[in-house]
């Protein structure tokens, strides 16, 4: 069942570009489309907070909102070492 809303569609991508072994593991164990909805519910939640309560503006509250899900470490060395050298 797809049920993913435009913030679950977000993840996805982000995982499938930086975390394919992860996706594919997930899809293996029937536990993808579950992982997604509690990442979906892990941002939205913090993300109202932050936008309605705290009266945040929207780019810092997406930032420290989507913070767990979209800094997962790459599974790519090159792209650690790419990304470690200045």
């Known amino acids: 069942m797809d049920d993913r ?3 679950g569609k977000m993840i996805l991508n982000h995982w499938l570009a930086h975390r394919p072994r992860m996706v ?8 993808l ?4 909805q509690e990442t979906q519910e892990r941002t939205g939640d913090p993300l109202y907070e932050l936008l309605s309560v705290q009266k945040m503006e929207y780019h810092a509250a997406w ?12 599974e790519d060395p090159q792209e650690h070492s790419t990304s470690n050298q200045n």
């Open 5 to 7: 809303n435009q913030l």
């Open 24 to 31: 594919e593991e997930l899809r293996k164990n029937n536990q």
């Open 33 to 36: 489309e579950r992982a997604i």
């Open 63 to 74: 930032e420290i909102a989507t913070r767990e899900w979209t800094f997962l470490p790459s």
